[in-house]
C-alpha cells in the first residue's frame, strides 16, 4: 500500500451519523495532516497532529495517531449534508523537501 | 488576509504549447509547494521552493517542466510542449515555515487538447 493510505475507499451514511476514516502509512513521520476537498475545489485544512501527539480535537473532528502502528484515523461526528467530500490524510515524513505525500482519499457521502 | 491565491483557475492549452501556472502564497509565507492530482487521485508532489531557491524537485518530470519562486513576485509552474498527459489539477501551497500546516490554493485546472 502506499504511504498515506485512506480506508475506506468510500464511505455512505446518513445524516446524524459519525464517520471514521483510517489512514496507514510505512516510514517515520513528523506529522499527518487531514484535508478536505469538496468536488473540484481545492484542499481545505482540517487538522495537523504531530508525532508526539496522540489525539486532537476540532469542533466534530476528532483525529487519532497511532505511532507503533503508523495509522491515524479521523472521525467526524453528527455528520451533516455539508460534510460530504473527499478526505485525505497526508503525511509529512521529515524529508528534506518537507513534501506531503497523500493518500487517494475517502470518498465521504452523507445523506440527508 | 488572502489566502493562497492560484491563477488562472482553468487553463486550455492544445497539444505544444506552454502553460504557466502561477502562485501567490499566503501573505508572510515564503515556502511554496507545487502538486497535482489525476481525476479521482490524491494529491502527487511536485516541487518545493522557497525565495529565488528550489529546495526539492523530486517529483517533478525532468524535462519540460520547471518552477520558479522569484524574490517578486509569484511562482510560475512552467509545462513547455503541453501534453495530453499534463492534463490535470495542479495545486500550490505554502507554508510559514517547514513544520508548519500546508495551505492550499483553489488549484488550476489544465485542459490540453
Known amino acids: 500500500s502506499q504511504q498515506g493510505e485512506e480506508d475506506p475507499q468510500a464511505l455512505s451514511i446518513q445524516e446524524g451519523e459519525n464517520a471514521t476514516m483510517n489512514c496507514s502509512y510505512k516510514?517515520?513521520?513528523?506529522?499527518l495532516q487531514w484535508y478536505r476537498q469538496n468536488s473540484g475545489r481545492g484542499l481545505v485544512h482540517l487538522i495537523l497532529?504531530?508525532?508526539?501527539?496522540r489525539e486532537k480535537h476540532s469542533g466534530r473532528l476528532r483525529v487519532t495517531l497511532d505511532t507503533s502502528k503508523k495509522s491515524s484515523s479521523l472521525l467526524i461526528t453528527a455528520s451533516r449534508a455539508a460534510d460530504t467530500a473527499s478526505y485525505f490524510c497526508?503525511?509529512?515524513?521529515?524529508?528534506?523537501?518537507?513534501?506531503?505525500?497523500f493518500g487517494g482519499g475517502t470518498r465521504l457521502m452523507v445523506k440527508p | 488576509n488572502a489566502g493562497v491565491m492560484q491563477n488562472p483557475r482553468h487553463l486550455v492549452r492544445r497539444r505544444g504549447q506552454e502553460a504557466r501556472l502561477r502562485c501567490s502564497p499566503m501573505?508572510?509565507?515564503?515556502?511554496v509547494y507545487w502538486y497535482r492530482q489525476l481525476p479521482e487521485e490524491g494529491l502527487k508532489f511536485m516541487v518545493y521552493?522557497?525565495?529565488?531557491?528550489?529546495?526539492?524537485e523530486s517529483g517533478m518530470p525532468k524535462e519540460r517542466f520547471s518552477a520558479e519562486f522569484p524574490k517578486e513576485g509569484p511562482s510560475i509552474l512552467r509545462i513547455q510542449q503541453v501534453v495530453r498527459g499534463d492534463s490535470a489539477a495542479y495545486f500550490c501551497?505554502?507554508?510559514?515555515?517547514?513544520?508548519?500546516?500546508?495551505?492550499f490554493g483553489p488549484g488550476t485546472r489544465l485542459t490540453v487538447l
Open positions: 501573505k508572510g509565507h515564503s515556502h
Open positions: 516510514t517515520s513521520i513528523n506529522n
Open positions: 501551497a505554502s507554508s510559514l515555515n517547514r513544520e508548519n500546516e500546508q495551505f
Open positions: 497532529i504531530r508525532s508526539n501527539e
Open positions: 521552493l522557497q525565495k529565488e531557491n528550489i529546495i526539492d
Open positions: 497526508a503525511t509529512d515524513n521529515n524529508n528534506a523537501g518537507n513534501m506531503l505525500t
